[in-house]
């Protein structure tokens, strides 16, 4: 019987649990290393668009995932007096994209992913860095504090501050300060009924989306110096800059403690990696191509990632040239949201949202299209899920990783 092959994935995120169990039901050995002494994630909630869902049938979770979707009917843009400037159906986007948004706590799809994997396939507590990344002649070989682990591939899902990325490109700058901060929770605001909505002001945003639980997610981002922090605490911080917004904000603010509250400095990737591998090394999500957060792909291209690398993991090279052009484009489009979302000028806040308003009035489609490059990918194998939309309209894929169009 052949030997099978070993992989060792750093990180127990997103990103390193879809990979490994990937690669386990592709039949290889897999061991996943988390610094942390729990996989308990990092963050608070995760939406999950249609294209990491399909990537997510591959390893046979899209179903159970697709049945969190909580949000129902309209949702979209609102100004921070409650004004909406556009609309955006959930059934419209199902039916154009073949499946829901679905926004769900990150534990709860990082225990989904742990549990494909088999016992003892994840250790915690234990930080890992590679000290060769190998070639086609040796295998790479990965340090902890323990011991040395030899490996055919490994996977290297570190997060944005990877300690992997500079091994293989030393050269590379690493991250840059996107020029604002992030506040993030997940609490249960009794009484709270509303549809799901994004505010942009003057260089802030607010966000409040319901989960299937009765849970609220709500988000915000503010341009502010870099490791800037409250001088009493960050809830008090928020009510100072969004205690006047619209409902239903002032009511999340009064359901939320002081530690409710997540705040991070959001950092990213501006000059692209040569490459996503060296030897049999291969970065996976925001290892290899961090952005902010205004498209919402952070982990959905992890997702993409992992299954994309578990197809290719025999040419490592494939991998790259399969991941690296379309995550540039979408981190350089996610910079460009962000500038959008959080411009601080009144006379150009003014204009876009004028415009934002008009084209949501007499183009309303041209949302759906703008989203299409992102949503109508699929993984570069079957099976997966989301092969008809309920319209009826079949799907097919071109060659190139699998990007999904409609048939007449």
């Not at 060792?8 to 690669?23: E, H, K, M, N, P």
């Not at 020029?179 to 945003?205: D, N, Y």
């Not at 970065?283 to 902010?292: E, I, R």
Request: aromatic share 6%; with cysteine; charged share 20%.
């Amino acid at each position: 019987m052949a030997q099978s092959k070993r992989a060792v994935v750093i990180g127990g995120g997103i990103g390193g649990l879809t990979a490994a169990a990937a690669l386990h039901q592709s039949g290889w050995e897999v061991t996943v290393l988390e610094r942390a002494p729990s996989l308990e994630p990092v963050g608070a909630a995760i939406s999950l668009a249609p294209n990491s869902l399909r990537a997510l049938d591959v390893i046979g979770l899209g179903d159970e995932i697709r049945d969190l979707a909580a949000w129902q009917g309209d949702g979209g843009v609102r100004t921070p007096s409650g004004r909406w400037l556009s609309r955006t159906d959930a059934d419209a986007v199902a039916a154009r994209f073949g499946g829901p948004l679905v926004l769900l706590h990150r534990a709860t799809l990082i225990n989904s992913l742990a549990a494909l994997l088999p016992s003892g396939a994840v250790r915690t507590g234990v930080a890992a860095t590679v000290t060769d990344p190998g070639d086609s002649d040796r295998p790479a070989r990965v340090a902890t504090s323990d011991d040395e682990m030899e490996a055919d591939l490994v996977v290297a899902a570190d997060g944005i501050r990877s300690g992997v990325r500079p091994v293989l490109f030393p050269d590379h700058p690493g991250t840059v300060y996107s020029g604002f901060t992030t506040w993030r929770m997940v609490l249960p605001v009794p009484g709270a009924e509303f549809a799901s909505h994004e505010s942009w002001g003057r260089g802030r945003i607010w966000g409040s989306h319901p989960l299937k639980d009765g849970r609220v997610y709500a988000y915000a981002a503010a341009i502010t110096p870099a490791a800037e922090r409250a001088p009493d605490d960050e809830k008090a911080e928020l009510l100072r800059r969004y205690g006047d917004w619209h409902d239903p904000i002032p009511a999340i603010l009064a359901a939320a403690r002081p530690e409710d509250v997540l705040r991070h400095d959001v950092h990213h990737i501006a000059e692209a990696l040569p490459a996503y591998h060296r030897g049999r090394v291969a970065l996976v999500g925001d290892a290899a191509h961090a952005m902010p957060p205004m498209l919402g792909q952070g982990g959905n291209q992890a997702i993409e990632d992992a299954v994309v690398l578990a197809h290719h993991c025999g040419d490592l090279a494939a991998y790259t040239a399969a991941r690296l052009p379309r995550t540039t484009a979408l981190a350089r489009q996610a910079v460009k949201v962000a500038r959008l979302n959080l411009m601080t000028g009144r006379a150009a806040t003014v204009v876009r949202n004028t415009t934002l308003a008009g084209l949501s009035k007499v183009a309303p489609a041209l949302f759906l299209r703008s989203f299409e490059a992102i949503a109508d990918w699929g993984p570069p194998q079957q099976p997966y899920a989301s092969r008809q939309t309920p319209a009826g309209k079949q799907l097919r894929r071109t060659p190139r990783e699998g990007r999904l169009h409609r048939t007449r």
